[in-house]
């Protein structure tokens, strides 16, 4: 079915008006009583638009139905199998009973993708990937699509249920805060969302925070990484998205922790929101946090697993540098079951190897394949950039290192009498 509206062609704001089109498809007459019967048959080949009935009624006759099918799908009734043909025959369906009727598009009967293939320019016209969190679409428009920034947002909101708000990202993520500023193409300039995780909800001010729905999956891994009623310590905690089903879900203790006090605010939100009391909440500098929370706790002698997640990936390994003489002096009599989740971005073709170099050079200290539990590409960023993590077990001599053997200022002046310390 021809859909073309060479009329609409490089529209740059959106004018619903000119989104009108008579097509002709086929369709075929049945008996009111013999539709659900049929549909065996025709389901398949119905047409399928928006908010146009494929099942309508005959004019003046209030006995028989009319189905209207897809021309792309359905040719004649001699193309369809044997036994359908049988079964059509048995409810009176003959070639007498098609026809083509005229229908009379206009705008809301257009899907978004038929909207965006007749006006963006040709060969270009899909629009680019978007994730949605909560209400908000969220692009990330690529130069030759700016120009029709205003008209991509209104089709977003006009064609997609329950949203709101459309934007497109403007600006580098923030490595500190892990925020970008954002332009309002369509709709509300309303950034409070929630949004549905890991059977766990999360509110926060999408505007301030870094939320990255691609990256539920990832979230859901760890989740089920994590033994039931182990430890967490989450070092870039965001809102949550480890911190609270690890609490909630597999019933860890858990020490979350996030540099951005707006982050922190929302981590606290999502904490009391479901219901989790397991989480101790922190908003500290990374290395800080690992330094002044985890000694304590090491020197109780846990004997439960502990976790470690590092999802920062454009600066995590660099913060590997504080476990290095995190326990020095101290004398393990019992192995910590200490496991790393570290996450950063590498290239392609090197992109293994290149992980594993970059934790062995923070660390100062070589990683053995018994110590390494998997290496995950999470997703990809850009043909020639990917997100890794790494997860690995720490090697006790990292922890143990005597102090002259660290490079690191900041361990040294953080290092604390934690022999006489209880937790």
Same mark, same amino acid.
Request: aromatic fraction near 8%; include cysteine; charged fraction near 30%.
């Given at each position: 079915?021809?859909?073309?509206?060479? *009329?609409?062609?490089?529209?740059?704001?959106?004018?619903?008006?000119?989104?009108?089109?008579?097509?002709?498809?086929?369709?075929?007459?049945?008996?009111?009583?013999?539709?659900?019967?049929?549909?065996s048959v025709f389901k398949?080949?119905?047409?399928?638009?928006?908010?146009?009935?494929?099942?309508?009624?005959?004019? =003046?006759?209030?006995?028989?139905?009319?189905?209207?099918?897809?021309?792309?799908?359905?040719?004649?009734?001699?193309?369809? #199998?044997?036994?359908?043909?049988?079964?059509?025959?048995?409810?009176?369906?003959?070639?007498?009973?098609?026809?083509?009727?005229?229908?009379?598009?206009?705008?809301?009967?257009?899907?978004? *993708?038929?909207?965006?293939?007749?006006?963006l320019p040709e060969g270009?016209?899909?629009?680019?990937?978007?994730?949605?969190?909560?209400?908000?679409?969220?692009?990330?428009?690529?130069?030759?699509?700016?120009?029709?920034?205003?008209?991509?947002?209104?089709?977003?909101? *006009?064609?997609?249920? =329950?949203?709101?708000?459309?934007?497109?990202?403007?600006?580098?993520?923030?490595?500190?805060? #892990?925020?970008?500023?954002?332009?309002?193409?369509? =709709?509300?300039?309303?950034?409070?969302?929630?949004?549905?995780?890991?059977?766990?909800?999360?509110?926060f001010d999408f505007s301030?925070?870094?939320?990255?729905?691609?990256?539920?999956?990832?979230?859901? #891994?760890?989740?089920?990484?994590?033994?039931?009623?182990?430890?967490?310590?989450?070092?870039?905690?965001?809102?949550?998205?480890?911190?609270?089903?690890?609490?909630?879900?597999?019933?860890?203790?858990?020490?979350?922790?996030?540099?951005?006090?707006?982050?922190?605010?929302?981590?606290?939100?999502?904490?009391?929101?479901?219901?989790?009391?397991?989480?101790?909440?922190?908003?500290?500098? =990374?290395? #800080?946090?690992?330094?002044?929370?985890?000694?304590?706790?090491?020197?109780?002698?846990?004997?439960?697993?502990?976790?470690?997640?590092?999802?920062?990936?454009?600066?995590?390994?660099?913060?590997?540098?504080?476990?290095?003489?995190?326990?020095?002096?101290?004398?393990?009599?019992?192995?910590?079951?200490?496991?790393?989740?570290?996450?950063?971005?590498?290239?392609?073709?090197?992109?293994?190897?290149?992980?594993?170099?970059?934790?062995?050079?923070?660390?100062?200290?070589?990683?053995?394949?018994?110590?390494?539990?998997?290496?995950?590409?999470?997703? *990809?960023?850009?043909?020639?950039?990917?997100?890794?993590?790494?997860?690995?077990?720490?090697?006790?001599?990292?922890?143990?290192?005597?102090?002259?053997?660290?490079?690191?200022?900041?361990?040294?002046?953080?290092?604390?009498?934690?022999?006489?310390?209880?937790?």
């Amino acid at each position: 079915m021809d859909l073309s509206l060479p *009329d609409v062609r490089g529209m740059t704001e959106l004018d619903r008006a000119k989104f009108t089109k008579e097509v002709t498809v086929p369709s075929v007459e049945i008996q009111s009583k013999n539709v659900g019967k049929s549909m065996s048959v025709f389901k398949k080949y119905l047409l399928k638009m928006e908010k146009l009935k494929p099942v309508t009624e005959v004019q =003046g006759n209030d006995e028989r139905r009319k189905l209207l099918l897809d021309p792309i799908l359905f040719d004649t009734l001699d193309k369809l #199998r044997e036994d359908d043909q049988q079964k059509l025959s048995e409810l009176d369906v003959n070639k007498n009973s098609f026809s083509n009727t005229c229908l009379h598009l206009e705008y809301h009967n257009f899907r978004m *993708d038929d909207v965006f293939k007749a006006v963006l320019p040709e060969g270009k016209e899909g629009c680019t990937s978007y994730s949605r969190i909560g209400h908000i679409i969220h692009l990330n428009l690529r130069d030759h699509l700016l120009p029709y920034k205003n008209l991509i947002g209104q089709v977003l909101v *006009d064609k997609l249920i =329950g949203v709101k708000t459309v934007v497109n990202k403007s600006s580098a993520i923030d490595s500190t805060y #892990r925020n970008f500023q954002m332009e309002v193409l369509a =709709g509300e300039a309303d950034f409070v969302t929630e949004v549905k995780e890991n059977l766990c909800t999360f509110k926060f001010d999408f505007s301030q925070v870094y939320w990255n729905s691609r990256l539920c999956t990832e979230h859901e #891994r760890i989740i089920k990484l994590l033994p039931q009623k182990s430890v967490l310590f989450d070092v870039f905690a965001g809102v949550g998205p480890f911190s609270v089903p690890a609490a909630k879900i597999r019933k860890c203790r858990v020490f979350a922790n996030d540099l951005n006090p707006l982050s922190y605010y929302w981590l606290k939100e999502n904490v009391r929101l479901n219901k989790v009391e397991n989480i101790e909440t922190f908003n500290l500098d =990374g290395r #800080r946090f690992i330094r002044e929370q985890m000694p304590p706790f090491l020197l109780a002698r846990p004997t439960e697993p502990i976790h470690v997640t590092m999802n920062l990936p454009a600066l995590a390994v660099e913060f590997l540098d504080a476990f290095i003489g995190l326990l020095s002096g101290v004398e393990l009599d019992l192995l910590l079951d200490i496991t790393v989740h570290v996450y950063s971005f590498c290239e392609e073709s090197s992109a293994f190897s290149e992980m594993r170099t970059k934790v062995e050079s923070a660390l100062k200290h070589s990683i053995e394949n018994e110590q390494i539990v998997e290496l995950v590409d999470v997703r *990809d960023v850009s043909p020639k950039k990917h997100m890794l993590r790494l997860s690995f077990r720490i090697p006790p001599d990292v922890l143990t290192k005597a102090a002259e053997e660290e490079t690191s200022s900041e361990p040294k002046r953080l290092k604390l009498d934690l022999e006489t310390q209880d937790r």
